[in-house]
């Protein structure tokens, strides 16, 4: 889906990057009201990185948002030619945050799910908790892809402004302008 930008509306955009057969995923998601909305979504592979970068700035430019992207690896360099963007590390740790975020806004039908966006539809099913050793991580089988899951895990963490850091801006935010802090 392809969306107009309203300019009363608020977006975040998810990136993940492909390595090397993997795709490019760019999720805008329209975060105004729940349940939050797919406004625009972008599945490709073969694409260089500078052009990649491109791409995410001019729908950045035009949906006034702030970006999401998986800096693991490769994605540090496209990350530097991201206008407004959040860089994020995958670790374990922060997979593991981004996966049980997505899992709460999807189970309390917080986001609205096209049945358009067959491949993202079929990730979500395929996607488990398998365990390494004495490490449970939630993973595509495999042989399949986990870029959707993850582009809009990314977009689903830029809407509630990245963790904790945006949480407390969000309280604060709530709180009287003559109050004094706790």
């Not at 955009?13 to 760019?26: H, M, Y």
């Not at 791409?55 to 001019?58: D, H, K, L, M």
């Not at 999807?106 to 609205?112: C, H, L, N, P, R």
């Not at 809009?152 to 963490?157: E, P």
């Given at each position: 889906?392809?969306?107009?930008?309203?300019?009363?509306?608020r977006?975040?955009?998810?990136?993940?990057?492909?390595?090397?057969?993997?795709?490019?995923?760019?999720?805008?998601?329209?975060?105004?009201?729940d349940p939050?909305?797919?406004a625009?979504?972008h599945?490709?592979?073969g694409?260089?990185?500078?052009?990649?970068a491109a791409?995410?700035?001019?729908i950045a430019?035009?949906y006034?948002?702030?970006?999401?992207?998986?800096?693991?690896?490769v994605?540090?360099?496209?990350?530097?030619?991201?206008?407004?963007c959040?860089?994020?590390?995958?670790?374990?740790?922060?997979?593991?945050?981004l996966?049980s975020?997505?899992?709460?806004t999807?189970?309390?039908?917080?986001?609205?799910l096209p049945a358009s966006?067959?491949?993202?539809?079929d990730?979500?099913?395929?996607?488990?908790?398998?365990?390494?050793?004495?490490?449970v991580?939630?993973?595509?089988?495999?042989?399949?892809?986990?870029?959707?899951v993850?582009g809009?895990?990314?977009?689903?963490?830029g809407?509630?402004?990245?963790?904790?850091?945006?949480?407390?801006a969000?309280?604060r935010?709530?709180?009287?302008?003559?109050?004094?802090?706790?």
């Open positions: 889906p392809v969306r107009r930008p309203l300019a009363e509306h977006y975040t955009i998810g990136v993940d990057l492909a390595k090397s057969r993997d795709f490019t995923v760019i999720c805008v998601l329209d975060v105004t009201k939050f909305e797919i625009e979504w599945r490709f592979q694409v260089m990185y500078t052009d990649v791409r995410v700035n001019a430019a035009r006034n948002a702030r970006v999401w992207l998986d800096a693991t690896g994605g540090e360099a496209v990350a530097e030619q991201v206008d407004n959040e860089r994020i590390v995958f670790t374990p740790r922060t997979r593991d945050d996966l975020r997505l899992v709460v999807v189970e309390g039908k917080q986001i609205k966006l067959t491949e993202l539809r990730e979500m099913r395929y996607f488990r908790r398998v365990t390494h050793g004495s490490h991580k939630a993973e595509a089988p495999v042989g399949q892809h986990d870029d959707c993850m809009l895990a990314l977009a689903v963490y809407a509630e402004g990245g963790g904790w850091n945006g949480l407390l969000f309280y935010s709530l709180r009287p302008k003559d109050a004094k802090p706790a």
